[in-house]
């Protein structure tokens, strides 16, 4: 089973990235994806999720309007669109695969600053 996130980087404030997680080893389309972020001296919270089939999605509020999560199930592929990110957005972010198993990935990180 592997879980691999990419798309991280150092962005100033007001930027966008896209965050993308390929799945391999297991059963994607019937997992549930979530988004995961950790900030230095924090404690991991929920960002996103996406149901298997990717017709329902939740956000923390402090991402609502700015972050858009989406999957493609023929590539075992999960996304996290970030728009008019903020400093208080860095932070490690984790892909996470929950279903008969809980799987993680080892994390992107995500620097916003000037």
């Known amino acids: 089973v592997q879980v691999v996130e990419s798309g991280g980087g150092l962005v100033q404030p007001g930027g966008s990235l896209r965050l993308s997680c390929v799945a391999s080893?297991?059963?994607?389309?019937?997992?549930?994806m979530r988004w995961y972020r950790q900030a230095p001296g924090k404690e991991r919270e929920l960002v996103a999720g996406i149901s298997s089939a990717g017709g329902s999605t939740n956000y923390a509020d402090s991402v609502k309007g700015r972050f858009t999560i989406s999957r493609v199930n023929a590539k075992n592929t999960v996304y996290l669109q970030m728009n008019s990110l903020k400093p208080e957005d860095t932070a490690v972010y984790y892909c996470?695969?929950?279903?008969?198993?809980?799987?993680w990935g080892q994390g992107t990180q995500v620097t916003v600053s000037s």
């Open positions: 996470n695969a929950r279903g008969a198993n809980d799987y």
């Open positions: 080893g297991f059963t994607f389309s019937s997992y549930v």
